[in-house]
């Protein structure tokens, strides 16, 4: 920051000022200014302490406190004079002060240097943003069981391997990506109580001579305690580390609901469509309907990988305590955060009004002979074959059926019997996809009584109503 000799508020030691470039890469304003109220917070609490010990007389202390009244007042009007030539939002706010009170404004920073001040804003902006993101993440979660209420019956193919496998619920299905959000939102939540410690005190790294008290400016900004040793609190950044790795994978999960969306809004799935509000048209096909969004989300969960990676990078080499290569974390953080609430917020826009069409699905479902572990089942249940018999006679059924171009459920008894004698017209109520979703109620199961069991769980959970 320059002084009125032209120098950095750093510059005493200087005998000319940094060259034009050297500011361009050393400002880190654009991105820090989103900190300013938690730099104003750390500030008033900083200030107050030291008034309290006696380090700052209660006037200057005074004068500090409606100061920084105005410097806020000013941010929130949007008239703050922000200037990039003072490098970044703590020497922004600094240099402001002094305009507005003179004098006492140069003891504001007693005790205290940017590395603890940079850290402790840091740290305030992320807690915040964790339980932002978190509560966003509760409004996919309550936009997934709504839907996940409305179909505990429909059925629809479940698939491994991408082939169908057996008929599931589509309730069950939606809830499925209820559960992972459920972790998500969990991780995120243990992030913020981990970070909850407060490195203000612990100045440019090894604490200072003045006699402050750290608990009661880690009160005072609601952390939970200090940090207990200075040369971690200016260097620890894996609280952020912690906050991307979640966001990594939240992004992940919303990426494979969007893959789905991707799937099933295709003319060749059919099981589902967007609405206008979330689909695009293409400026030469007039027929399209394309899930831009999805296929947005699907590739923004790769950036906030990205970002956690480069993070990783950042700090993996790097000596205790302060080095400048942390001034970046904050860019990626507030990037991953910014990425991955827009796109929980286009998630829960495409949930909340995409239409699923059940009749596509159930006729899907009964494709490629999805009950024939439900036959194989019966095969067990009524006539104590061995499972491993059971599988094989039902995949000569399966052979038969596929040969005639049919489902084994349209097979003539009499085509059953010439495999296995001992079956019975009884079979025939097994192999029906609804009868097939029914069966499955163990715990955790696709039966409509299940997941209606598990919805009503959720709507408690959310409080969804
Ligand atoms: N803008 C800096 C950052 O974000 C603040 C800390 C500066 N500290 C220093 N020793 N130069 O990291």
Redesign the pocket.
């Known amino acids: 920051m320059a002084d009125d000799k032209g120098q950095m508020m750093w510059g005493g030691r200087f005998a000319a000022t940094p060259s034009a470039i050297m500011e361009e890469i050393n400002a880190?304003l654009d991105i820090?200014r989103r900190m300013a109220e938690e730099d104003v917070a750390g500030s008033r609490a900083h200030a107050d302490m030291l008034a309290e010990m006696g380090i700052l007389s209660v006037a200057d202390n005074e004068a500090i406190q409606a100061g920084l009244d105005q410097v806020l007042e000013e941010m929130r009007a949007g008239t703050f004079p922000f200037r990039r030539e003072l490098?970044?939002i703590?020497m922004n706010v600094e240099a402001r002060l002094k305009e507005l009170i003179g004098e006492p404004a140069g003891r504001l920073h007693t005790a205290r240097?940017?590395?603890d001040?940079?850290i402790t804003d840091f740290r305030l902006w992320t807690r915040r943003a964790l339980d932002e993101t978190g509560q966003l993440v509760a409004g996919l979660q309550a936009a997934l069981v709504r839907r996940a209420d409305e179909h505990t019956a429909t059925v629809m193919p479940g698939f491994t391997h991408l082939q169908t496998a057996q008929p599931v619920t589509l309730g069950h299905h939606l809830l499925a990506y209820v559960e992972m959000l459920e972790r998500d939102r969990s991780r995120l939540h243990d992030c913020a109580v981990r970070l909850n410690e407060c490195p203000l005190g612990a100045a440019?790294l090894a604490g200072t001579g003045f006699p402050i008290d750290r608990d009661m400016t880690a009160e005072a900004l609601g952390f939970a305690r200090p940090m207990a040793n200075s040369l971690d609190a200016v260097s620890a950044r894996d609280f952020a580390l912690e906050a991307l790795a979640s966001l990594s994978i939240a992004a992940t999960h919303l990426s494979r609901l969007a893959e789905e969306i991707v799937l099933w809004t295709s003319p060749q799935f059919g099981f589902a469509r967007l609405s206008d509000q979330w689909s695009t048209g293409s400026s030469i096909m007039p027929q399209k309907r394309n899930p831009d969004a999805a296929e947005l989300i699907r590739a923004k969960a790769s950036l906030i990988t990205g970002q956690y990676a480069a993070l990783q990078g950042a700090i993996k080499a790097l000596p205790l305590a302060?080095a400048?290569d942390?001034?970046d974390d904050?860019r990626l953080t507030f990037d991953a955060f910014d990425t991955f609430n827009l796109c929980v917020r286009a998630m829960t826009g495409m949930i909340e009004t995409i239409s699923f069409k059940p009749d596509v699905m159930r006729a899907a479902a009964a494709k490629g002979f999805s009950t024939a572990t439900d036959l194989a089942d019966w095969l067990v249940r009524e006539l104590g074959m061995p499972f491993r018999d059971a599988h094989h006679v039902t995949g000569r059924i399966v052979a038969r059926a596929e040969a005639e171009g049919i489902d084994i459920a349209d097979l003539p008894l009499k085509e059953m019997q010439a495999v296995h004698g001992a079956i019975t017209e009884e079979v025939f109520s097994v192999l029906s996809v609804e009868a097939s979703a029914a069966s499955r109620i163990s715990y955790g199961a696709t039966s409509p009584v299940r997941v209606a069991e598990q919805v009503a769980q959720w709507k408690q959970r959310l409080r969804v109503e």
């Open positions: 880190s820090d490098e970044d703590h240097s940017r590395n001040q940079v440019a302060y400048k942390l001034q904050k």
